[in-house]
């Protein structure tokens, strides 16, 4: 492993902990008479310390009679590590050097 695949990983491997360490947050509610859901983001949080319930304003007391669950928008934390995951692969093999394409039989010099 050369350098700049060195500095990439590191990078890469940090971006994907951080990513982890700070996930969005949905907030669904569930209302049963009639039957309905209602999800809306409430941003990144530690997730050692989920957010707040908000219960200050007009809003949240219509809501409180709706069950609600706070939970990590899974979805979205996959996509983020995909996304992090699949450009450090390609250019994790872009900074090969030519040495170690000869030795893979990848380099047509």
Known sequence: MNRKQKILLLVSV???ITAGLYPNWLK???DYEPYRTYS???GRHLIFSPPPTPNSDVISFI???LTSFTFINITRLLIE???IVFPTAVLF???KTTEEKNKLGLSHD
């Open 14 to 16: 940090i971006l994907f």
């Open 28 to 30: 669904k509610y569930e």
């Open 40 to 42: 809306e983001p409430i």
């Open 63 to 65: 809501k409180s009679r």
């Open 81 to 83: 590590w995909a996304i």
């Open 93 to 95: 093999f872009i900074f």
